[in-house]
């Protein structure tokens, strides 16, 4: 059974990048069938989607989010990495690994097949 | 692109339907037939209560089920039960190949 885990710093400090893991468990990252994306909820709001990569490295990302966002994928490491530039307090959230099965080609999209349980994050100065 | 337009919350009885919209544009909802939708109780990650806008996941209740008209999806939960009551957030794909969350629902027992 697929499994996702958060890893990085709870506190990051403001203007500086905030930096994240997701390792992939139970399941090959270069499966054919799924994105790897990123998904952040800030407290007491809702969910809001960053972006997402496949294996071989085409990703999307949230317009609002694009020139700060950066997503990669290691294979050898069956992980993959969020980087976010330049933060401020309003990038403090909850972040979610996620594994979504789409197929952007013949525009599909199933949804978030796979959660991480999140990780917490807070931009402080 | 903006978030999908969700009630702030919808409350009901036990026993009883109700029914969330999540209305967006031809550029999302409208667009395809890849609307999903999520409950996320306190404290926890979401999970996948519906895909293809009317298709349950295996081991979704059938009291879950979902539909589309034009660019508004709706999700109905009937026979209404106490462990229903979560927060409710609607997704899209859209025609840029990004997806877009709804502000999400409250659902409340009474």
């Known amino acids: 059974q697929l499994q996702l885990q958060e890893s990085g710093p709870g506190l990051v400090k403001t203007s500086e990048t905030l930096s994240l893991t997701c390792t992939v468990s139970?399941?090959?990252?270069?499966?054919?069938?799924?994105?790897w994306g990123w998904i952040r909820q800030p407290p007491g709001k809702g969910l809001e989607w960053i972006g997402s990569?496949?294996?071989?490295?085409?990703?999307y990302c949230n317009p609002s989010l694009k020139s700060r966002v950066t997503i990669s994928v290691d294979t050898s490491k069956n992980q993959f990495s969020l980087k976010l530039s330049s933060v401020i307090a309003a990038d403090t959230a909850v972040y979610y690994c996620?594994?979504?099965?789409?197929?952007?080609?013949?525009?599909?999209?199933?949804?978030?097949?796979?959660w991480g349980q999140g990780t917490t994050v807070t931009v402080s100065s | 692109q903006s978030a999908l337009t969700q009630p702030a919350s919808v409350s009901g009885s036990p026993g009883q339907s109700i029914t969330i919209s999540c209305t967006g544009t031809?550029?999302?909802?409208?667009?395809?037939?890849?609307v999903s939708w999520y409950q996320q109780h306190p404290g926890k990650a979401p999970k996948l209560m519906i895909y293809?806008?009317?298709n349950r996941p295996s081991g979704v209740s059938n009291r879950f089920s979902g539909s589309k008209s034009d660019n508004t999806a709706s999700l109905t939960i009937s026979g209404l039960q106490a462990e229903d009551e979560a927060d409710y957030y609607c997704?899209?794909?859209?025609?840029?190949?990004?997806?877009?969350f709804g502000g999400g629902t409250k659902v409340t027992v009474l």
């Open positions: 996620a594994g979504e099965i789409a197929a952007p080609e013949i525009h599909y999209y199933y949804g978030v097949d796979v």
């Open positions: 139970g399941g090959s990252i270069s499966s054919s069938s799924y994105y």
């Open positions: 990569i496949y294996y071989s490295g085409g990703t």
């Open positions: 031809s550029s999302d909802v409208g667009a395809y037939d890849s």
């Open positions: 293809d806008v009317t």
């Open positions: 997704t899209s794909y859209t025609t840029t190949s990004t997806r877009v």
